[in-house]
């Protein structure tokens, strides 16, 4: 994980929680094989998508997996998870954005993309591990502003669902 020396350490790394639900209520996720990915663990999950941490196993990078449920996966659905996809890798020069790296199909139409797995921290995961400073907190706002604010000089609204 992220910077851990003292209870209270900023993370080194952050990232806006991908879901509403915490991993200790994760959804049974429906999809259990990705080809290629080894050591794949469930991180967050809802109805609609998943999201994995996984080690690519022809070169054993570290990847975090998103994927959009197969039950989920209508047409619509699937090109709006396409066009996020396209999105993404359209910000891959934006510091503090993690870098899409490939959008993946699977059974029944369904998607997946592969991120690069940057060992960031949930917001969330760190505000329940540590009793944070207010200057930390300042901080983590910073860090996590700082590249929604080179999002939006691109014209592209970031919304997060279920809060922080």
């Given at each position: 994980?992220?910077?851990?020396?003292?209870?209270?350490?900023?993370?080194?790394?952050?990232?806006?929680?991908?879901?509403?639900?915490?991993?200790?209520?994760?959804?049974?996720?429906?999809?259990?094989?990705?080809?290629?990915?080894?050591?794949?663990?469930?991180?967050?999950?809802?109805?609609?998508?998943?999201?994995?941490?996984?080690?690519?196993?022809?070169d054993k990078q570290r990847r975090i997996l998103i994927a959009l449920e197969p039950a989920?996966?209508?047409?619509?659905?699937?090109?709006?998870?396409?066009?996020?996809?396209?999105?993404?890798?359209?910000?891959?020069?934006?510091?503090?954005?993690?870098?899409?790296?490939?959008?993946?199909?699977?059974g029944a139409g369904a998607r997946y993309i592969e991120f690069d797995d940057t060992d960031?921290?949930?917001?969330?995961?760190?505000?329940?591990?540590?009793?944070?400073?207010?200057?930390?907190?300042?901080?983590?706002?910073?860090?996590?502003?700082?590249?929604?604010?080179?999002?939006?000089?691109?014209?592209?609204?970031?919304?997060?669902?279920?809060?922080?």
């Open positions: 994980m992220a910077n851990t020396s003292s209870t209270s350490s900023v993370p080194a790394r952050v990232a806006l929680s991908l879901s509403s639900k915490s991993s200790e209520a994760l959804h049974e996720s429906t999809f259990h094989g990705f080809h290629g990915f080894e050591n794949v663990t469930l991180v967050q999950s809802s109805a609609r998508r998943s999201v994995y941490r996984a080690l690519r196993t022809v989920y996966a209508t047409p619509s659905r699937v090109q709006a998870f396409e066009r996020k996809y396209q999105l993404t890798k359209s910000l891959a020069n934006v510091p503090g954005v993690v870098q899409a790296l490939s959008l993946h199909e699977f960031s921290e949930s917001v969330r995961s760190w505000l329940a591990r540590c009793s944070p400073s207010l200057e930390d907190r300042l901080d983590v706002a910073i860090k996590t502003l700082t590249p929604l604010q080179s999002i939006h000089e691109r014209n592209v609204i970031h919304k997060v669902r279920g809060g922080l």
